[in-house]
Every structure is written in structure tokens, then in C-alpha cells.
């Protein structure tokens, strides 16, 4: 279960954008969403997202600067999109594990779907990660608080696991965010030792264990 993925994530953008995108054919605009969103990664990875420009777009997707107008109104926007979709990736998830009553199965279940989501948008996650600063102010505020969010429902269902370590919930937390981070933006360390996103997960959540496992013993 993942709330967007390779497939659904084109139309989102399209019914979230649809009063600003121009083309109204929804096969066309389906297509053209995914050509452009993936030259845009290729772009801010070979020359970053502050270097290029829409004219590098154009030749990148095979669009002309008024075709691309058609879909974005500037690079703020592209941006803007991007930061969207994480945004509500990050916020649906949790949602989809309400219904979990034990409080560590519920934690368990968050961290690994953090990390499979970050695995199947691995290169929505980067960007916002990497370039951050190329966004608008208040998109800024947004995907930092977007980060923030996962981390304060984290921090909230270790307080509520019994035993835990005192006072340590918000900096374990922190330590999650920090290892789900590594996992998306330095894929090729793990890609190289071939660390599967399941081992990865598990080895995460061992790590929660072990800290969990040293409350009971101190």
C-alpha cells in the first residue's frame, strides 16, 4: 500500500494542478507531467535545480517553451509540485496505520512504510532534500515541517511504549529521520552493497528495538 506511486502520482499532480495546467486532454497531460517531472530530476542532478533553466527543459522533454507553459508557470512552480507530493505522501501515510491500537506495532509499521515510500519516490524525496533552498519561502516552511511532522508522530508513539528510554524519544527519533534520509539520498551506498529496502527497514527497526530493549534493562 503506498498512498502515490509510479502510476497514480501523474494523475494526482494533474487534479491537484488541473485549474492552472492548460492542456485539458487527459492521456496528453498524463504523458507530458511524467516526461517533464523526470527531465526536471535528470536536470537538478547533473547541473542542480538553481543552474537550469526552462530553455533547458524544453530541450530536455522535446517541448516547446509554450507547451511547457502549458503544464508550469516557472521553475517555483516545479518546485512547488514536487514539494507537494511529498507533502502528502508524508502526511497519508501515517493515516493508513490509525487503525494499528498497539503503539509499537503502529511505529514499526511507520518506519518501514517511511521507508518504502522514500524508495518508491526516491527521486521526489532527494530533490526536496537537496534542494530545499531552491524553493519559495513558504515552501521551505512547508517541507520542513512536513519533515518535522513524521518526526513528532514518532517521538509521540515511543513516549507511549513501555518501558522507554526517558527523555530520549525526540533525539531517537531524530535518529530515524536521519537513517531514512540516508536511505534516499545516498541509494547508491546501499544499491553498491546490496542492501535490499526490506533488510534495510528491518535493520532500521532493530535499531529502535535496541533502544527500546535498554530501557527494560537500565
Not at 507530458?32 to 538553481?50: C, H, K, Q, W, Y
Not at 536521519?178 to 542492501?195: E, L, P, S
Amino acid at each position: 500500500m503506498t498512498p502515490l506511486d509510479g502510476a497514480n502520482i501523474w494523475a494526482f499532480l494533474l487534479e491537484r494542478y488541473g485549474e492552472r495546467i492548460g492542456v485539458k486532454r487527459r492521456k496528453p497531460a498524463l504523458q507530458n507531467l511524467e516526461i517533464i517531472f523526470n527531465a526536471t530530476f535528470r536536470l537538478a542532478n547533473e547541473v542542480g535545480f538553481r543552474a537550469m533553466n526552462l530553455r533547458d527543459l524544453c530541450r530536455e522533454t522535446g517541448l516547446s517553451m509554450g507547451g511547457l507553459y502549458g503544464y508550469i508557470s516557472g521553475k517555483d512552480q516545479l518546485a512547488e509540485m514536487i514539494e507537494e507530493v511529498v507533502r502528502h505522501a508524508t502526511k497519508e501515510v501515517p493515516r493508513m496505520f490509525a487503525h494499528v491500537e498497539d503503539p509499537l506495532d503502529r511505529l514499526e509499521a511507520l518506519i518501514r512504510a517511511s521507508i518504502f515510500l522514500s524508495e518508491i519516490l526516491q527521486p521526489w524525496f532527494y530533490f526536496v532534500f537537496m534542494d530545499t533552498r531552491a524553493l519559495p519561502p513558504q515552501q521551505r516552511a512547508m517541507a520542513k515541517e512536513s519533515e518535522l511532522y513524521v518526526q513528532t508522530l514518532i517521538t509521540g508513539l515511543l513516549d507511549t511504549v513501555e518501558p522507554h528510554p526517558n527523555g530520549a524519544a525526540p533525539l531517537l527519533a531524530a535518529h530515524c529521520m536521519a537513517m531514512f534520509q540516508d536511505w534516499y539520498v545516498k541509494r547508491w551506498k546501499y544499491r553498491a552493497a546490496k542492501v535490499t529496502p526490506d533488510q534495510f527497514a528491518e535493520s532500521t527497526v532493530r535499531f529502535v528495538r535496541s533502544h527500546l530493549a535498554a530501557a527494560r534493562t537500565s
